[in-house]
């Protein structure tokens, strides 16, 4: 059973949404006939790169003219479904920057079946060190520390590989009708939007088990269950 995963780097949510889907999926008897493709999705193509990132406080009072007191209340209510995931939320410190290379750095580990742990470096290096993950060293380190060859890493970055492929995505997600992120597509029947709670995972990923096994040539998505998650203008719910 194919599941697809649009997400972007500078998502708080998407960081979430993973972990919450990697503990369903140890819940999931049938884990291993899951084929798992991560999906590129940009909230703000604008954003500068190569390391020239700014506060992502600063952003959200820029781009969605948040008050301080509704960015510390985000923040907070982040802060309490990290530590529900097990994990410590370092947002009011970290970086909004491009997300473009560090999406192609993952098309790239891809091709050596890197490309989860690519991401998982990339998320928590922007989630819980907020380091700028469009800075070049940053990339180079996570890439290498995965597998990746340091001269391989940098053709690419100094290349438009990839750029045609994220496009793809995004016009894909587009054509689905989805805008926000994180989404997981399971067999193209069912999508879970958000952070949604680990046993709505587990529910959802043993529906969508259960149609595969039995499923027709539709190609329509029967539900969607949506929590937190962050919209195609790259303003993120409070």
Not at 23 to 41: C, I, M, R, S
Not at 42 to 67: C, H, I, M, R, V
Not at 146 to 169: A, C, H, N, P, V
Request: proline letters at 3%; a negative charge.
């Amino acid at each position: 059973m194919k599941v697809e995963v649009w997400t972007d780097i500078m998502c708080p949510y998407c960081y979430i949404g993973k972990i919450h889907y990697e503990k369903a999926l140890q819940q999931f008897e049938h884990a291993g006939e899951v084929e798992l493709e991560w999906k590129a999705y940009q909230l703000n193509p604008d954003l500068p790169d190569k390391g020239n990132g700014y506060l992502l406080s600063e952003y959200f009072a820029k781009n969605a003219g948040y008050t301080e007191e509704k960015i510390n209340s985000m923040f907070e209510g982040v802060n309490m479904l990290a530590g529900q995931a097990g994990v410590v939320s370092n947002l009011p410190n970290a970086i909004a920057a491009n997300t473009r290379d560090a999406h192609r750095l993952i098309k790239l580990a891809a091709k050596i079946g890197m490309d989860t742990a690519v991401l998982a470096k990339l998320t928590k290096a922007y989630f819980e060190e907020a380091k700028d993950y469009s800075d070049w060293d940053l990339l180079t380190s996570i890439g290498t520390d995965s597998g990746l060859k340091e001269d391989e890493i940098i053709r690419m970055l100094k290349s438009d590989d990839y750029l045609y492929e994220i496009k793809q995505d995004m016009q894909e997600a587009a054509n689905l009708g989805f805008d926000t992120v994180p989404t997981f597509l399971m067999d193209r029947r069912q999508a879970i939007v958000g952070s949604e709670p680990v046993d709505l995972f587990v529910k959802v990923l043993n529906k969508a088990y259960g149609n595969w096994k039995k499923r027709t040539e539709e190609e329509n998505i029967e539900e969607i269950s949506k929590g937190k998650s962050c919209s195609s203008d790259g303003i993120c719910e409070i």
